[in-house]
């Protein structure tokens, strides 16, 4: 196990000043949009992951402005990269407190049809367009891997033909 060689320097006043400002925002959207949810006979979760996709990277982080709530500071990122993992924890297991354990029992049937089926499928349309791919797409194979179709790759008795 490797230890620090010395104190971990303390997070400077902006960056501090721009994580609370994140969280606030992130927080205020979660709720207002967890409140509209629930306006439209949802789930209040599913408002507040919607604020998560909104504002967070993938929509939000594309626009030009994003650059004040979403700095490009690798240690402002993983700041906010720490916080989502913890939520995400609370919800696995906040989510987990309320599961009906009487209702999985009587639906088991149902249930494993649709686990599987959610594995399953997925696993076998993935490989099914995998083999459809063209060539074109396909990564090249690392450094020094014989091609399936070079002599190297044969049988020893088909290299010596």
Sequence with gaps: MTFAAGPVPSIGAHQMLVFLLQIGVLLAAAVLLGRLAGRLALPALVGELAAGVLFGPSLFGQLPVSHWLLPRD????????????????????????????????????????????????????????????????????????????????????????
């Design 74 to 161: 690798p240690a402002q990122t993983h700041l906010l990269t720490a916080v989502a993992q913890l939520g995400v924890l609370l919800l696995v297991a906040i989510t987990g407190a309320h599961v009906d354990l009487g209702l999985i029992r009587r639906r088991r049937g149902q249930i494993a049809v649709v686990s599987l089926g959610s594995v399953l499928l997925p696993l076998a349309a993935g490989f099914g367009l995998g083999f459809l791919l063209p060539d074109s797409l396909m990564a090249p194979p690392p450094a020094g891997t014989p091609s399936p179709c070079s002599s190297e790759s044969r049988s020893p008795s088909a290299r010596s033909r």
